[in-house]
């Protein structure tokens, strides 16, 4: 027999990270003597103090975040069933790319089941090994994949993917354009440059109230922070950079810290809550939730046909979330709304639902959505498109002058 035949070929995971290939080995190693964590771990960094963090202080960290104990249950059920990335560091230990949750778990399962016999089940970890030439680039590639990409327990809160969005795009590690970090992730440019200028207004947030807890506050508001930096009327005086801005940000960053918006979609009202000085004393003067009970009063004040519609998309958008069920009449009724608005000529009109639905269709693709279109698809849309502008051209007193 030839040498070969008495060494097994090595097992290796093939996978795309970008637009390249690699051969990942595949390995299992201690959990406590041959792997370290991350402090750079972009869903530690809102939760850590200044300074490099130890191990303990990483580990207690994670067995805080969302999803820990459902992922210790399941790997104390049924073990560690993905593999976890890691990279050739100091000596013959391993950095932990991605997978410290799973780690923490196997190191917590492993205490709590020492001198018993299932001890040595959660001492090893199922790794895949990144080359140790794995680049900055490609490893900010490989966590957008599958963090932003992923979904479930791996997926990245939107305060963490903004941040990772603005560092790898105008921060201190910046190495890609806002397109190309896009294309990684799978998300159109608008979406990605939405998130990034919303964090920019949370950076601004975590500076004005300047302790060891601003990145935690700033993660827990984040939705709120997001809906007053684009609120209507508002958010672009609120993020100016006036003397008017800086002052609103200072009573705007109070009310946050104090608790004032009860859910984020209190912060929709900012410019009517500013427009009546009533209002405004009140919110500034920080009592717990006044804005959610003023935005009640608003909605309960909207007594025309907008902003009963309004009010109406605001009900079902909650009930969706609770994922209540809705009987057939209700059903058959919003089904009647809806055809009875497409089927009207003069106000709204079939076309504009459908053209505002398509809009958003667009700027929402995913790129597996973009990669499933055929040729056949494209090129009806490229017609459809030419034709439209044609049209424009010829009719639109806008497009036209």
């Not at 810290?257 to 859910?263: I, L, S, Y």
């Not at 912060?267 to 009592?287: C, F, I, N, T």
């Not at 079902?316 to 009207?344: G, I, K, P």
């Not at 639905?357 to 009806?380: H, P, W």
């Amino acid at each position: 027999m030839s040498e070969k035949q008495f060494n097994p070929v090595p097992n290796y995971y093939r996978e795309h990270i970008g637009g390249t290939e690699y051969q990942l080995p595949a390995d299992e190693l201690d959990v406590f003597d041959d792997v370290h964590l991350w402090s750079d771990n972009p869903r530690l960094i809102p939760y850590l103090t200044e300074g490099i963090p130890s191990e303990d202080e990483m580990e207690a960290t994670l067995m805080r975040t969302n999803g820990y104990d459902a992922l210790r249950k399941s790997i104390d059920d049924l073990g560690q069933l993905e593999p976890i990335y890691v990279w050739p560091s100091e000596g013959h230990r391993y950095l932990v790319i991605e997978g410290a949750t799973r780690v923490t778990v196997l190191r917590d399962l492993s205490r709590r089941y020492e001198g018993k016999p299932n001890q040595s089940r959660y001492r090893r970890v199922k790794v895949k090994v990144l080359p140790p030439n794995f680049s900055e680039r490609e490893n900010a590639v490989l966590l957008a994949q599958i963090h932003v990409r992923g979904s479930g327990v791996r997926n990245w809160g939107r305060y963490v993917q903004a941040m990772f969005i603005y560092e790898k795009v105008e921060g201190d590690s910046a190495l890609f354009s806002l397109t190309e970090l896009a294309s990684h992730m799978g998300k159109s440019t608008s979406w990605a440059s939405r998130l990034r200028d919303a964090y920019k207004f949370a950076k601004q947030f975590v500076e004005f109230v300047d302790d060891d807890d601003a990145q935690r506050l700033a993660l827990n508001h984040f939705s709120t922070l997001e809906e007053i930096s684009k609120a209507t009327g508002f958010g672009a005086k609120v993020k100016a950079n006036t003397a008017e801005g800086e002052q609103l940000r200072g009573e705007v960053f109070e009310m946050v810290r104090h608790d004032v918006f009860k859910e984020y979609r209190d912060a929709r009202h900012m410019a009517q809550y500013r427009e009546d000085p009533e209002k405004w004393e009140v919110l500034k003067s920080h009592e717990r939730h006044a804005a959610h009970n003023i935005a009640n009063q608003l909605r309960a004040g909207q007594t025309g046909i907008n902003g009963k519609i309004s009010g109406l998309h605001g009900q079902l958008e909650r009930a969706l979330e609770r994922d209540e069920e809705f009987d057939d009449e209700v059903v058959d009724e919003l089904q009647r709304c809806v055809d009875l608005l497409a089927s009207r000529p003069a106000g709204v009109g079939a076309f504009r639902l459908h053209l505002r639905q398509f809009t958003l269709g667009l700027q929402s693709a995913s790129l597996k959505d973009v990669k499933s279109i055929t040729r056949d698809e494209y090129k009806d849309l490229q017609e459809g498109l030419e034709d439209f502008e044609h049209r424009l051209q010829r009719y639109s007193p806008w497009r036209s002058s």
